[in-house]
């Protein structure tokens, strides 16, 4: 199961004298319940696969063409990004597209057959509502993050939209209805969007409860959302019977949150079949291809994404196996390495969420990693679960990263209430920058310091300073976009000038990198102050061969002067690799 917040040993919690809640996942191999549904559908051949077809964005007619000479269809296509979901029952037919002049990356997108579903979608039903008689109390979770506090200054604009990529979302729920944007809802349920009214309804009950921790209306009964006045969109990217989320999925639900004007997505699952996948191989890469650039898309559209951690209590920061996947055939056990990742958590610029539970404590069950973990959020543990909507007006607990995932969107949709102009970079900025941070208990496993560790990131996210001013403001983070090679062997600046902040740097001054590099062991990082003092960030060790320095590294700056301009620099000691820095942030 890919659901973030529902594994075997993490069921959900309901507590006494709440609604019974399932898990939305019916009981049956997935395989089998596929074919039943495949027996229906006229037209629909056995064998039938998805594929991604990766090619240069602008016009994917040349590629679209191949996908027909080679025995395959095109379902749908997004030239934006270059890339084409294919169906196709032959089983060459990956390699013999790998073969066309101008495609990158061909891969399959699971390893079992495409429903029938596919072609002519069943519309989820519309649950029967239960009204409640439930007053809003103060639950432990949104007291954690000072919630309670932030709606006395600001419940969100409804300005606002978070979009809330899940298993759907009743959109008639007493908590949800006031705030519901139907007008921009929609399933990417097979890869294409299907614009049906309806079409976004929960098939399970998961995006549902998501959809009430991030703004559940404030109106006096039930439950409350972190960011009550903004606007919740469903993006159902879950199938039914088997409320899986392969990659076509994930990437359209990203090109729709792009082209749509979401200020934020919600992500509490992982892409199926594979909970990590590796860029050795060639299916597994071309999902990571596909679904990286539809983030990208997404993000250069304005969207912020934010994503659970996942629950296996497994380090992401050192990975070694992987027993789970394929999760919709038979698992098997693999070797893997830190170049795999499970995305979208770990794709550059998402925002990744580990879980506590009640008590400022991790919660036992959320994955880690130092350098991968950005922020924590309640996500429940044991008796102490995420209260939240679910599917009929009812209410109930779930525990988990998936949990957590939508608190910090929250926390960010009120980021951008305040600041109608921040970017994602400035949302994840200071997400991290006004999180409060959290020690590492006695726990070998938590590396790091207080201030930034594998547990908890840069700490827990506070819905009271995203509203009261206390963070960053305007005018005190700054960024440089700009593309600067770096070629082997060389040394190369970025810089960034800093205006209007009087006296000396922080103490605690942040430090955004995003440097893209084919072996980051060559790397050495530096900050140049505009004295020209050198601070530095990191000396990679030689034999780290992973991809790409994506981090926040905070400097002791309190002896410079703020204003002027301070530089990033960029030295590879060796040969054959190469690589550029994308971009770097200061937050003071």
Known sequence: ??????????????????????????????????????????????????????????????????VTANGGS????????????????????ATAMRSVAGVQKVGATRTSDVPADAYSPTLP?????????????ARWDMTRINADKAWAVSTGSPAVTVGVLDTGVDERHQDIAPNFDAADSVSCAYGKADTRAGAWRDVGTHGTHVAGTVAAAKNGKGVVGVAPGVKIASVRIAEPSTSMFFAENTICGFMWAGDRGF????????????????????????????????????????????AAAGNSNYDLANKRTDSSSPNDSTPVNRTITNACVDIPTELPGVVTVAAMGNGNIRASYSNFGRDVIDVAAPGGDGASGVY????????????????????????????KSADPAATPADLRARLGVQATDTACPSDSRCTGT?????????????????????????????????????????????????????????????????????????????????????????????????????KTY?????????????????RDIASQDTGRIDAWNLTF
Not at 264 to 293: H, K, L
Not at 391 to 400: A, I, L, T
């Open 388 to 415: 939240s909507t679910l599917p009929g007006g009812k209410y109930g607990n779930m525990n988990g990263t998936s949990m957590a995932s939508p608190h910090v969107a929250g926390v960010a949709a009120l980021l």
């Open 125 to 137: 039903g519309a649950p029967a509502q239960s009204p409640t008689t439930l007053t809003e109390t």
């Open 1 to 66: 199961m890919s659901v973030a917040a529902v594994g075997a040993a993490l069921a959900l919690a309901t507590p006494a004298g709440a609604a019974d809640v399932d898990t939305g996942l019916p009981s049956g191999p997935a395989t089998a319940r596929a074919a039943t549904l495949a027996q229906t559908a006229a037209g629909w051949a056995a064998g039938t696969r998805s594929y991604l077809v990766i090619t240069a964005p602008g016009d994917t007619s040349a590629a679209r063409n191949a």
């Open 554 to 570: 905070t400097v002791d700056a309190s002896s410079e002067t703020a204003s002027g301009t301070w530089k990033l620099r960029v």
């Open 450 to 550: 207080t201030a930034k560790n594998a547990f908890f990131g840069e700490g827990q996210v506070d819905a009271l300073k995203a509203v009261g001013g206390t963070g960053p403001q305007p005018g005190r983070y700054f960024e440089n976009t700009t593309d600067v090679t770096v070629a082997d062997n060389a040394t190369v600046d970025s810089p960034i000038t800093v205006t209007g902040v009087t006296g000396n740097a922080p103490a605690a001054l942040k430090v955004g990198v995003d440097v893209k590099h084919t072996y980051r062991g060559d790397l050495v990082l530096s900050l140049v102050a505009p004295d020209g003092s050198v601070y530095s960030l990191e000396d990679f060790a030689n034999g780290d061969g992973a991809d790409n320095v994506v």
């Open 263 to 306: 200020d934020v997505t919600n992500n509490s699952y992982y892409t199926d079949p594979w909970m990590f996948n590796c860029p050795d191989d060639p299916d597994q890469a071309a999902i990571i291809e596909g679904v990286r650039r539809a983030q990208e898309y997404a993000e250069g559209k304005g969207s912020l994404q934010v």
């Open 74 to 93: 095109v379902f749908a296509h997004y030239d934006t990004i270059g890339v084409v979901v294919a169906h196709s029952s032959s089983a060459d037919f």
